[in-house]
T-cell receptor, first 112, second 114 residues
Framework: NAGVMQNPRHLVRRRGQEARLRCSPM?????VYWYRQLPEEGLKFMVY????????ESGMPKERFSAEFPKEGPSILRIQQVVRGDSAAYFCASSRMNTEAFFGQGTRLTVV | LAKTTQPISMDSYEGQEVNITCSHNNIATNDYITWYQQFPSQGPRFIIQ???TKVTNEVASLFIPADRKSSTLSLPRVSLSDTAVYYC???????????????FGRGTQLTVWP
């Protein structure tokens, strides 16, 4: 049973471009969470999704950021018009209902 | 949202037992306590979870006093590979979410020396 798969592992974007980060949850997991981690800091919750539904997006910036978890395919975190401050590691986690969550290896976004 | 307080860093030597204590004074009745481990450039890894008293698995033990306002993660006989950041999280099973409203904080950087 493969773990949570995130791709790409590293992503470089120029300011103003779009970044799309993908997360394939573990098999049988219908809950997906996205976290952001800045250097030397803890993980900050961004959004919690179930299939086709956003359950909690209280940690998402109001502009430029969006997330989806379609019925088929991976969850996508999309950042439009990236700025240098978006440079961070973005982690995805997945879980079943009421169980512990498993994290992916993360996507390291660098905005140049 | 219950926040936690942990030491920023701890040092130990190989073979010693390490105890990391976490304070969570505002823990709610339905909150669980969960510990994660994170190595550099990797995602956090679940270690252990508990509600009260003591929980033990093949990796660690978790001690929770009766008032549940703190918890202690115990790592027996640490090795160099246990050098990592350890996060204590407190949260409930709200609408099925185990992570959605959990606060990670900065964790405790454990360094194990030879």
């Amino acid at each position: 049973n493969a773990g949570v798969m995130q791709n790409p592992r590293h992503l470089v974007r120029r300011r103003g471009q779009e970044a799309r980060l993908r997360c394939s949850p573990m098999k049988g997991h219908s809950h997906v969470y996205w976290y952001r981690q800045l250097p030397e800091e803890g993980l900050k919750f961004m959004v919690y999704l179930q299939k086709e539904n956003i359950i909690d997006e209280s940690g998402m910036p109001k502009e430029r950021f969006s997330a989806e978890f379609p019925k088929e395919g991976p969850s996508i975190l999309r950042i439009q018009q990236v700025v240098r401050g978006d440079s961070a590691a973005y982690f995805c986690a997945s879980s079943r209902m009421n169980t512990e969550a498993f994290f992916g290896q993360g996507t390291r976004l660098t905005v140049v | 949202l219950a926040k936690t307080t942990q030491p920023i860093s701890m040092d130990s030597y190989e073979g010693q037992e390490v105890n990391i204590t976490c304070s969570h004074n505002n823990i709610a009745t339905n909150d669980y306590i969960t510990w994660y481990q994170q190595f550099p450039s990797q995602g956090p890894r679940f270690i252990i979870q508990g509600y009260k008293t003591k929980v033990t698995n093949e990796v660690a033990s978790l001690f929770i006093p009766a008032d549940r306002k703190s918890s202690t993660l115990s790592l027996p006989r640490v090795s160099l590979s246990d050098t990592a950041v350890y996060y204590c999280l407190v949260g409930g099973l709200d609408r099925g979410s185990t992570l959605g409203r959990l606060y990670f904080g900065r964790g405790t950087q454990l360094t194990v020396w030879p």
